[in-house]
């Protein structure tokens, strides 16, 4: 399908030598791929969007961000070129977002939640960003999730937020892919739990589709959170694997 110019809202915020924007809207149908790119000037970004062969007809909002470096942390202004125009988006101090609906929770400051981001954002924290060891970069983590085949899950990352100023809390995230439309999956605690309180059990839930579904390869993002009283090692999720838990601090 041809690749065209999108629409959406747009926030701009600081964060430590790094302007982050995030644009969100909504589609009249799900499997629209949407990103940012640079634009003609620099601090100019423009959001674009591509249509899917075929889609559930049903609004479907998205949320996507990306990052322009600001070492300074002086630039005010930055433009985003959509399909309504050129947009100026006054760059903020450092905000605090909530976890969104839908399969894309995004940014926070501090490194509070995940962030599984459509068209080339990170699911890391901000205290331990893609790149910052043990998490992979960008492009690692792309590939790491295109190579998971339906019917399968993978790349599977866990850590404890013990950022200052707010509460231990640990998150553990993972990519789940399917051959048609409407598979959920989610992480529950396991009753009982195992023999080592180093090591938390959790038990991978995976419901099929029932109804009318659609033929198309679909990516479920899969993310589990919990007040970490215990600094866990492992995760182990069930029927499998068992993966190291990090600290962010």
Sequence with gaps: MAIQLCRGKYHASHIPGTILVVATGWHPTSGYQVWFEPDRAPFHLALYHEAPEIGADVLTAFTVATTISDPTNTIQLIWVRDAGGVHAVKVEPAFDVVACGGDMP???????MPIPLVGGGMPFPLGGRGGDPPFPTAEAYGKERAAIKPGHCGAWYAWINKMPGSPHRLFVIGTCVFPTTGWTV????????????????????????????????????????????VDFKEVEIRPGPTIPVHIVQ
């Design 106 to 112: 995004f940014p926070l400051a501090g490194g509070d």
């Design 186 to 229: 989610k992480l529950k605690r396991a009753v009982p739990q195992g023999t080592n309180p180093a090591i938390l059990i959790l038990d991978k839930i995976v419901k099929p589709p029932t109804g009318i579904v659609l033929p198309v390869i679909t990516t479920v993002n899969v993310r589990y959170e919990e007040m970490a009283h």
